[in-house]
């Protein structure tokens, strides 16, 4: 038998198979696994999933190859005929990446991997994805893909493995639609180089900035990555709002200072999926410099209810209502702190409820802008929401909210006068429109490999939307949606991520949140102008290491970032949704 000519040899594509594994390599993690039972084969041979053989169709041309084949080098490194013919068009590095990610195991339950399944972002996913992977009479895969990943998670063997996955298709062939695979692995790679412009963009500023500023060494300052001169209590408070019927816990971390005044205040509210000890370690570090730290757990959204999720007692990754009882919660939080500063000893005098600051990551990040002053748009969200190919995942999340039944729009709290969001959604939720009504100072974090919540598109692109003029962009490269999170006191972890999704050293990521969470507080709610030398890009650039460089700066304008976006796609900057 001849070997199959490559694919590209009859289409206007640009050689096919080397421009997918080049976009391969480079996409991320989320991608290989998510999607690793759709495009890994696709990458080295015109195949589809089954449990027999898979076939890859383009147009009206069609190959296939044996699954088994695909076991075989997996397990054994070993070539057989039918995958040694496209051997040829990869490198060894891509034989090797492809023999890793088919065996990649994702510990995740077979319970978990269903209820998620049958949300409804999960099921936007399947179909998503259906729309590539088809059963062999060329239907969407969806109901096939589900149910093979179900079953490859019950399989004490094999395990939520690509490969597994493939052997565990219902059926006795499966179709790759490789036209609708290019489109994927297309606007990926637009969106990674898009990606890197913007970052070397970023770049390029940050060190204009740094070179108007006094040179920085940290033996002629101190390390605000290192703790501070204080001790603390914590003090863990139990709050009902009866207007919502809610009930939360918050913990109160309370410094002890010899200062006769009240302390500022900072408020942490976690992603979705954590809680209140995810950034315990970020509490601590701020109350050792002075301030009152106030970290409330959101229930509807928190750890407690992903459990909830998994063991089938909730139907859905968080309720809509999330998006407005998570800024509430925190107002909420601040008038009973107004209250007790007045009323019980433990707190009297201690707390000062009008310098307040508020941080937040991911969900977390949105609430903590909602407080800032954007608003919800729900005319962008609505436009952005329709039927669409987006590779930003934290949309499935965003587009929630167009389920409210009475939505609110300001969320704006007078108290809080400075804002950090770290990963934040919010790109559509808010728009343009909203965050242009933030009037306060507002730190924007992003890591450029967070997939769940793209760089590009949650924060480099609404950090131009920002009007107010003390705004910071701090950029951690390599650093993905959950570097800088901290391990669980509780242990409540109920998805534990392997070290390629949370990225490299997470202490390095920490230690940025910790220096830059002083500085920007210190000097934005405590007022303090010796904090103000921190918050600049040569301080960013002192305390940066080569694992993660760290980059800031504070006057990225649109412009900039449209001529980066215009660099990297020769002309098309149009073709990836913002």
Known sequence: MNPPAPISSTSTHPPWLSRTLRGFAR????????LGATL???????????????????GPLERSIAISSLETYAREGRLERDLAAYNRYASPEQMAELQNILLARADLSPVAVSQFLYT???????????????????????????????????????????????????????????????????????????????????????AIEAAAEPTVTLNQLPDLRSPGEFRWDLETVTLFDGSRNRLFLTDIYLPLTDNPGPAPVVVISHGLGSDRSTYAYLARHLASYGFVVAVPEHPGSNAEQLQALISGRASEVTPPI?????????????????QLTESDPKFRGRMNLQQVGVLGQS???????????????????????RPNDSLNISLLLQCRALELQTPISNFRDPRVKAAIAINPIGSSLLGPEGFSQIDIPVMIVSGSADTVAPALLEQIRPFTWINTPNKYLLMIQGATHFSTLGQTDTGSEVVVFPSEVIGPDPSVAQGYIRAMGVAFFGTHVANQAEYR???????????????????????????????????????????LRF
């Not at 019950?154 to 489109?183: H, I, M, Y």
């Not at 009882?325 to 601040?334: E, F, I, N």
């Open 27 to 34: 996409s991320p993690l989320w991608l290989k696994v998510a």
């Open 322 to 338: 999330e998006f407005i009882d998570r800024p509430l919660d925190v107002q909420y939080l601040l008038d009973v702190l107004e």
């Open 363 to 385: 969900f977390g990040g949105y609430t903590a802008l909602a407080l800032a002053g954007a608003q919800l748009n729900f005319n962008e969200l609505a436009a952005d929401c």
């Open 40 to 58: 890994t084969p696709a990458i080295f041979t015109p195949a589809a999933w089954s449990a027999e053989r898979i076939y890859i169709a383009y």
């Open 120 to 206: 409804d972002q999960g099921e936007i996913l399947l179909s998503r994805l259906g729309q590539v992977i088809q059963t062999e009479s060329r239907q969407p895969g969806f109901y096939a893909l589900r149910s093979a990943l179900i079953l490859a998670a019950a399989d004490p063997d094999g395990g939520l493995t690509p490969l597994n996955v493939l052997q565990k298709f219902p059926v006795r062939s499966l179709r790759v639609d490789l036209e609708q695979a290019f489109q994927i692995i297309g606007s990926l790679e637009q969106l990674i180089n898009q990606t890197s412009g913007a970052i070397a963009a970023i770049e390029r500023q940050s």
């Open 533 to 575: 030398p921190f918050l600049g890009a040569a301080y960013a650039r002192a305390i940066s290491e080569d694992l993660l460089p760290l980059n800031l700066a504070r006057f990225l304008t649109a412009m900039q970032l449209a001529e980066a976006l215009e660099d990297t796609s020769t002309g098309k900057t149009t073709a």
